[in-house]
């Protein structure tokens, strides 16, 4: 069965300065992977999704991800970290797309604190 | 921009009692979803559908049910609700339409059952 493990629980880190939040899949295939941000009471939006292809996916907001298929990984990247950053992230995977049910499988996320 | 609208945003159910959450979108969209969020956790899909008056069990369904009367209307049914459904729902809904696979979510409903 496919899965997402956030090791990273919380994050802190100094406004300005550069985030990486780490993201592993286990899946037997080709998975789709998507990073969502949830601001506080707010519900999921989307920052950035990888389709096969180019490795490195440009999101919204600055926000970058590489996906890796040796290490099983999808890690998110900012360079210079905004106060309005702060929030949860969740990265998930999807088994399968067009025209199937496109269910996500989501990780535990990982809560952004920025701060001064 | 896609909308997702829930109601209610927030509700207090007795335990045993019937709880019904409503989701309505406005995208168009075939697919529908319900997830639960826990505290500290991510989302885990509860139902879904892709099309008016036919629903499919996702991850969780044990203690759930769901209704798809329209394309635009995807509600979760709570028969008897139990203190362990305390959670927040998203309702999402995603188009099949030109390979699109965003899902769109709610703003979620605050469920707390006593």
């Known amino acids: 069965a496919q899965s997402v493990t956030q090791p990273d629980a919380r994050v802190t880190v100094s406004e300005g300065a550069s985030l990486q939040l780490r993201c592993k899949y286990s899946y037997f295939g080709t998975p789709y992977l998507f990073w969502y941000v949830q601001y506080p009471r707010q519900g999921l939006q989307l920052l950035l999704k990888y389709y096969p292809g180019d490795p490195v996916v440009q999101g919204v907001n600055g926000f970058e991800a590489e996906f890796s298929k040796s290490n099983s990984s999808f890690h998110l990247r900012k360079a210079s970290v905004h106060w309005s950053d702060w929030a949860v992230y969740f990265c998930a995977v999807s088994m399968d797309t067009g025209g199937l049910s496109g269910k996500l499988t989501f990780g535990e996320g990982t809560q952004v604190t920025v701060i001064s | 921009e896609a909308a997702v609208t829930q109601s209610p945003r927030s509700k207090v159910a007795v335990t045993g009692g019937k709880v019904t959450l409503s989701c309505h979108q406005t995208n168009n969209h075939d697919y529908m979803y319900w997830y639960r969020q826990d505290t500290g956790h991510g989302l885990r899909l509860i139902h879904y559908?892709?099309?008016?008056?036919?629903?499919e069990k996702g991850d969780i369904p044990d203690g759930y049910k769901a209704s798809r009367p329209s394309q635009e209307n995807f509600s979760l049914i709570l028969e008897l609700a139990s203190l362990s459904q305390t959670a927040v729902y998203f309702c999402?809904?995603?188009?099949?339409?030109?390979?699109?696979?965003?899902?769109?979510f709610g703003p979620g409903t605050r469920l707390l059952v006593l």
């Open positions: 559908s892709y099309v008016a008056d036919s629903t």
């Open positions: 999402a809904s995603r188009s099949d339409w030109g390979g699109q696979d965003t899902q769109y």
